[in-house]
């Protein structure tokens, strides 16, 4: 049997069909290829709810990015980009391979989540600010 994967908890190498590591008894679950690229298409992406326009050109939807820009057609766009951006990405693309694709996926979703954080922190600070006098 080859090797096809390794532990995530030990980084021992796994067999082929094997549900629990030797090494420290992590119990792995076996899933192919396909079902978590499935998965990971499925999921709705933040990074396109939280920075519409920067996700659309990050992950190479350029049509989206300039419709972004128009302001009824925007709010659509940052809900079409939260819940079916991953999957429009993977087709339109034109990725390396699956890793890069998931990569710019991920590093997107936490610039979302940092843009976020940053707007609601300046939201904070301003409120204080301005509030504090009263």
């Known amino acids: 049997m080859k090797n096809a994967k390794m532990c995530p908890e030990c980084m021992e190498n796994l067999k082929e069909a094997q549900r629990f590591c030797a090494a420290c008894g992590y119990h792995v679950e076996l899933v192919p290829d396909e079902v978590v690229m499935e998965r990971f298409l499925r999921r ?17 939807q350029y049509l989206w990015f300039i419709l972004s820009l128009i302001p009824i057609v925007g ?3 940052l809900f079409a980009m939260f819940f079916y951006g991953r999957r429009w990405s993977w087709k ?36 204080t600010v301005f509030d504090g006098g009263r």
Request: glycine share 12%; net charge positive.
């Open 44 to 60: 709705p992406s933040p990074g396109g709810l939280f920075w519409t326009q920067a996700y659309a050109l990050g992950t190479r």
């Open 92 to 127: 339109v693309g034109e990725w390396e391979n699956f890793e890069e694709y998931r990569r710019r996926q991920i590093l997107m979703d936490r610039i979302g989540y940092g843009w976020l954080a940053t707007l609601l922190i300046g939201y904070i600070v301003v409120r």
């Open 75 to 77: 709010v659509v766009a």
